[in-house]
């Protein structure tokens, strides 16, 4: 017979694992949008005159998104999902964005 602790905390496990599935979503459409931010103002910054030009590019990283590292959900999460290595913050997910940062799109994430 399975007792009422053991049903709740199954329960609550697979609801942790659903939620942080989702989170996982909404991570990966955050990367997909940041890659597309660095790689419009790459594009946008090559049309630009001096020193414009010059300005997007010393700025192409700032204000892609927040993050969320200090949140327990999301503490939950890269525990649950990455063995607690932020997907935001691997070096390959820095690599490719500093990739774009500097036009080269050679590379998906």
Known sequence: ????????CSCHCDCQYEF?????????????LESETVRTRYELSRHL???YDEYLR????????RRYSDHPAYQLYIQLLYNNQDPMETDAWCEHICRLAHGHDDSEY
């Open 58 to 65: 010393s700025d192409i990283l700032s204000d892609l998104g």
């Open 1 to 8: 017979m399975v007792d009422q602790n053991e049903r709740f």
């Open 49 to 51: 005159t001096y020193p």
């Open 20 to 32: 942080s599935q989702l989170i996982d979503d909404l991570i990966k459409d955050i990367q997909h």
